[in-house]
Each structure stands twice: as C-alpha cells, then as structure tokens.
C-alpha cells in the first residue's frame, strides 16, 4: 500500500486565502494579452475606448492594492484530492470554507452571498461553492474561481434534441450571447458543456472557462472547430465591448464534451466577464 | 475620441436634453449608490406615500455597491451592477424627480419611456474596471439602510466620472443601435 502524505488542514485554508485575495487584485497574463490584442484590432471607436479603460484598471488595480472589480464573486473552488492524501487536523470542507472567510475579511473583498428567499447577507462571503474530485496522486490541487454574478446571470442549461445536432449547438451558443447583449461585461469568454447529465453539462461548461484564454480544445478537433466558429458568429453580432458596438464580444469560445444518454442532448452556457479571474495551487 | 464632455450635478433638463447616445461624459458632484434592496424600499414608501430617506430631485442613482475601503481609505472599489434588475422601480423614481441612472446592461421599454417621458438620462460606466472608478470617488457616505451592508445607500462626491449615454430623452438607445448597425436591421432604437 502507498505512504499517505499529511496535508493539514490549515495549509489547504491557508492556500485558498492566499489565491482568492490574489486572482481578486491581479488579471491574468492570458486575459490581459487576448484584451491588449482586442484593443488594437477593435473597428468601433467607443470599442476602444472601453478596452483601453479596462487595461488601464488592470495596472491600477495593481497599484493603488484595489480589487480589479467590485464584485469579488461567489467563491467557486475546485479540488482534486490525490487519494495517497491523508487530511489531517480537521475537515476538508470546513477547511475550504474557512479560506474563503479569511480571504473576503482580510484582502477586502465584497461579501457577497445571501438567502436566496430573505435575500439576506452571510456575512463572510461563505458559503463556497465546492467540486470536489478524487484522483491518482499525493497531492491537493486547488483551483479558486470568483465568479460575478452579472455574467452568471446570462448562463443557462438546457436540453436539445439529439436532431439539432452541431449547427443546432452553436446557434442556441450564438443566441445566448446575442440574448445577453451588454449585461454580462463583453467583452466575455463563452464556456460550452455539452453532454453528460443536465448536471454535470454545467460543471463542464464552468470547468471549460479555467483552461487559458484562446486555447483550443486539443482533445477533440470537432469541438475546436465549433469553437472557432462560434467565436466568429459572435463577434459578427456586433454587440462589441461592453455592448457599445465593435467586433469584440467575446475573446474566446471554450467547450467541454462527455457522452450523454442516447435520448439527450444537454448543453450549458457560462458566460464569463472580462475579468475572468481564476488561480491554482498544489499542495 | 473627440474631447470628452464634463457635466455636473445636479442634472438640469437643460442639461438632460442636450445629452444624446454614445456620448462619452465626465460626470462631477453629488451622486446616491442603491440597488436591488434600497429601490424596492424606496419604491415601496412611495407607493405607501411616505417620505423618502433621499431627497431624488434633480438626482443621480449609480447601481453599485462597492468592496470595503481599507483603512484610511475614501471607498473600495466601485462599479456598477446590471440595471435590469431595478427596472420595475425605476419609472416611480423618475416620477418622483430621479434625472439619471448609472448601470449597465438594457433597460425595459417602461423604462425607456419613462426616461423620455421626463427627460432623464441612462448613463453605462464600464462593468468591471471598479480600481478606475474608485479613484474618481472624492468622499462617501452612508445616508440611508445601513443594515444593508455593502448594498445601504451612499452619498457619492464624484470627479469625473467616465460614463458613456445609453438612453436619452430623444427615446435612443445605444446597445439597440449597436447591434442593428451590424446586422442591418432598421435603427428603430433611435428614431
């Protein structure tokens, strides 16, 4: 039997402290590279001018130890516990949602979670929504994931006939963002989970927007094609930046695919910000 | 981009008649911050016809709730919230006297009419650079719900405040003319 490595619990709640106030004040390279790309390809004049203010708040974010936005997110946490792992001195869970707690208290950040009846506040930003996952290894990868709730808002999960097929797919893809128009912060990043359970299309098309910005779908050419073809429809709709008109709505389309029941077709849209935040660490 | 336009509050119709789609402005002087919980409160004690807590006329709402401020600090950062979700309240206010909004995204057509109606004025800052705005935000304070945590409603002093006109008292409507530029429809929005 394999050696189980020790992983405490206070190092899993220190780590997601760290990476939740991290990706909250600092964009990643490849959101600010596909932004500085799309300002200096972006026709509409208005277009521009939303994206130069949006780069601009990324060095002032830096800077002035600010929040790149206002709204810090539900707290989406990913985690693959390796099963050589033993998890000592508390509960993995708790553990999370103690990170978390500290992370929104100490690095300033908006609590923003409520009763979804009352509508009132938690308080501490908790509770984080977590997927856990069990894999080879003697290690803990975790991946935390603010999501704002303007973009979540525009998402959606439903169920097509298996006849709607591809081009079925990619218009229902292609109406979304049309639907959403300025709401979610466009430019956005389309995450696409096709297949699987109603359930589990959703995860697919969330775990699809943490892989880089503009990286294709390597494992299947089908979808790296529908990728790319989505992404030009949506940038021919016209709603541009921040739906101020131009040709970048979105900066990327990534999709996700598992076999699915022989009667169904699921498919889930997650639509992402531009400030598509997310960061990992492996303990 | 051409110079950009400085206006100031409080919003005259003066002021709100000569503001058409696509403007791109620097706003300055007194706004409010409210969103979901503070309109249906406001809507609620008008409809009863009781006093507000906030004296609306000539006003401006930006739909935001910031992040909290260090210590030291005037205000966290700061940006606005989609604006559909305030559409039902929002035509009571503008009755009441609000002249303009800040948010981002589409308003209803009750809106929209509303907003020609009485000449106001849709303002959309930009979603998601709120490090920006916080800079230009001079003084806050709270004046109404402070149970609400970061949704209670503030007391802005504000120095020129990037906005861009969404909806104007002419009945146009940017994001409608952004997307039937491209595809050709009719420009119907701004007629």
Known sequence: MAELRKISCREISKTLRDLFIDVNYNLGDDVLDALKHAADTEESELGRYALGRIIENVDIADRESLPLCQDTGLAVVFVEVGQDVHIVDGDLYDAIQSGVREAYREGFLRKSVCDPLSRENTSDNTPAVIHADIVRGDTIRIIAMPKGGGSENMSSSVVLLPADGIEGIQRHVVDMVKKAGPNPCPPVIVGVGIGGSIELSALLAKKALLRPVGEENSQDSRLSTMESEILKEVNALGVGPQGYGGATTALAVHIEMMPCHIASLPVSVNIQCHVARHGEAII | ?191
Request: net charge positive; glycine share 10%; with cysteine.
């Open chain 2, 1 to 191: 981009m051409e110079e950009i336009r400085k206006i100031q509050t409080p919003l005259t119709d003066e002021i709100c008649r000569s503001l058409s789609v696509g403007d791109a402005l620097s706003l300055s002087g007194t706004i409010l911050t409210g969103r979901d919980v503070a309109h249906r409160r406001l809507f609620d004690a008008a409809v009863r016809g009781e006093s507000l807590p906030v004296d609306l006329s000539g006003m401006v709402i930006f739909y935001a709730a910031p992040t909290p401020a260090r210590p030291g600090r005037v205000i966290g950062s700061i940006g606005p919230t989609t604006s559909m979700r305030m559409d039902r309240y929002t035509p009571k206010l503008i009755e009441l006297g609000l002249k303009g909004m800040i948010g981002k995204g589409s308003r209803s057509s009750a809106v929209r009419e509303s907003i020609k109606e009485h000449n106001a004025v849709y303002f959309a800052a930009i979603g998601g650079v709120a490090a920006l705005m916080s800079q230009c935000v001079k003084g806050a304070e709270v004046v109404a719900f402070p149970e609400l945590g970061p949704e209670a409603m503030m007391r802005l002093e504000v120095v020129d405040f990037p906005l861009v006109v969404i909806n104007d008292s002419k009945g146009g409507d940017l994001y409608e003319a952004a997307v039937s530029r491209r595809t050709g429809a009719p420009q119907s929005a701004t007629r």
